[in-house]
């Protein structure tokens, strides 16, 4: 139910990454972001008694903490700051509660009685602090603070027997010197049985990917009938957890800024450590990685090509299980059976697992079901759209990815029609209006679209760029200005640089029918030089 507020007051501001203190009947939300990337987010309250919202300066944070002391101030730690929104902060910044609460609140009055009063004299409003953030962050050592350390706690457990009635067993006053036996007292007392906390084994299947293939500052080139390191029965478990997390994500993300994208990565394991090692990897702060700040978007085409595109996808697939709503992996042109089988990657499952690819419980096939599955492309911030190849007659609104019901395999005997798919995954642009059939690509229902078409398009969804990565620009990156079209690369060597053609069900059906023609010409002509 929506909370009530007067017409003619303060309108609050819409945001996220924030946080939100009650100061006795009045709601504090403080900090924050909106989708307007550098907007000032104001300190908003509102009264629940009243109905009313009233607005202040900005603190200028996001992703932060903050508390309030019995002394009626606010303090704010950590998180981002929206001048510097790429480096974490550990200043501290405190404002007084008058600044913001009116002094006959009567609900504050009674929660901190006196309070008010007596520190209007001392603080100053958020609005000082956010004029410049220099003279806003005072560190906590600035402050001489007074502690005094009781020489009680207070022991409870977390849980009660069903049989036991009795809640005042649950809390006990005790000593601190009698604290380590409280423990034993309270367990025999009420009979509760200890239960050991297993891992969860999700957590341990992709650790043990993400630590033995997670090495930046560490790979190393592996020979091309190098052993994989792991087994069968594990990749397979990794591909079916990846899987699940993939069912519970739509076909269109929707992502907020900042964000790295990552172009074509064909199996070329190496290229995308070397990237990871350069710009920072999808790990935690804590081991030098960047992904408490950036969302991660990879523009599909994982494997085929390179020698080591099981190492490629199995990391993938653990950073998305570990990270769902951070790391997207987008479907490319390669993420399908038919493609995959015949530029490399069903070869590479043969070679290093020996195994039959056609068997539905192989390594590839489960690998292919999770890529049927994936998303086909993200939204940045409801202005960029990421997709592997670009557009067509068939995919003229962005909202139709939405109406898709996956698994989605290119086949034209499937029961959905792969018209829209062929535009989303196969499609060129070109110099020419309109469109066209591809040459590149020579497949039935894959075409090349114009620079009108493309501005038709970004009218039409309210969008502003469109990045792709289904062509090699030669030197990783081509930004095209009218309309605005972004084409990315990230492996810099491709072993096989020849255009990929689709060889789906409809094409191979088209070559038999010409087989069969040819083979009644040739009929035909024997029985003329017969007759003749």
């Known amino acids: 139910v929506r909370a009530p507020y007067k017409a003619d007051t303060v309108i609050p501001t819409g945001r996220y990454q924030h946080k939100v203190l009650f100061v006795g009947s009045l709601l504090v939300a403080i900090g924050g972001r909106s989708n307007q990337v550098a907007e000032e987010i104001p300190v908003d309250v509102y009264d629940t008694e009243t109905s009313e919202w009233t607005s202040n300066a900005s603190v200028k944070r996001f992703r932060h903490d903050c508390w309030l002391s019995e002394d009626m101030h606010i303090y704010i730690c950590g998180g981002f700051s929206q001048d510097n929104p790429n480096l974490s902060t550990n200043a501290v910044v405190r404002f007084g509660v008058e600044g913001i609460v009116k002094a006959d609140n009567s609900s504050v009055s009674k929660l901190f009685p006196g309070t008010l009063k ?69 367990v025999g007392k009420l009979k509760i049985p200890i239960s050991s906390h297993l891992p969860d084994p999700k957590d341990a299947l992709y650790s043990m990917f993400l630590n033995y293939l997670m090495r930046p500052q560490n790979y190393s080139a592996t020979l091309i009938g190098a052993t994989f390191p792991f087994k069968k029965e594990q990749v397979i478990s990794l591909a079916k957890e990846c899987l699940n997390v993939m069912k519970k994500q739509p076909p269109l993300i929707q992502v907020r800024l900042p964000v790295k994208i990552f172009g074509n990565i064909y199996g070329n394991f190496t290229d995308l450590m070397r990237f990871f090692e350069i710009w920072k990897a999808p790990t935690s702060d804590s081991s030098g990685g960047d992904i408490e700040s950036f969302a991660y978007i990879f523009l599909g085409n994982f494997v085929d090509r390179g020698t080591r595109s099981l190492e490629t996808v199995c990391l993938l697939f653990a950073l998305k299980i570990k990270y769902p709503d951070q790391v997207h992996l987008v479907r490319g042109s390669h993420e399908d059976r038919t493609v995959n089988a015949q530029y490399g990657f069903g070869e590479e499952c043969k070679r290093r697992f020996h195994e039959d690819i056609s068997d539905p419980n192989s390594i590839f096939n489960n690998i292919n079901n999770v890529f049927a599955w994936m998303p086909l492309a ?61 040459p590149l690509r020579n497949s039935e229902g894959v075409v090349c679209y114009g620079s009108d078409k493309v501005a038709q398009f970004l009218a039409a969804n309210k969008l502003e760029m469109i990045v792709r990565s289904h062509e090699i620009p030669l030197e990783g990156i081509k930004v095209s200005d009218n309309p605005c079209t972004c084409l990315l690369y990230t492996s810099p060597s491709p072993r096989d640089l020849s255009t990929s053609r689709m060889p789906s069900s409809a094409c191979k059906k088209k070559k038999k029918k010409k087989k069969k023609k040819k083979k009644k010409k040739k009929k035909k002509k024997k029985k003329k030089k017969k007759k003749k």
């Open 118 to 186: 007596a520190t209007a004299k001392k603080s100053s409003p958020p609005g000082k602090y956010a004029k410049g953030e220099a003279s806003a962050m005072k560190t906590m050592q600035e402050e001489e603070k007074t502690f005094k350390l009781s020489n009680h706690a207070q022991v409870a457990i977390s849980s009660m027997p069903e049989d036991s009635g009795d809640f005042a067993n649950l809390v006990r006053h005790v000593s601190i010197d009698r604290l380590q036996d409280e423990a034993k007292k309270i």
């Open 378 to 438: 993200v939204m940045v911030e409801q202005k960029i759209l990421c997709v592997h190849a670009g557009i067509g007659p068939n995919f003229t609104r962005v909202d139709s990815l939405l109406k898709l019901k996956r698994p989605l395999e290119l086949d034209r005997d499937s029961p959905h029609d792969p018209s829209l798919l062929f535009d989303v995954l196969w499609s060129d642009p070109m110099p020419d209006k309109g469109y066209k059939f591809n």
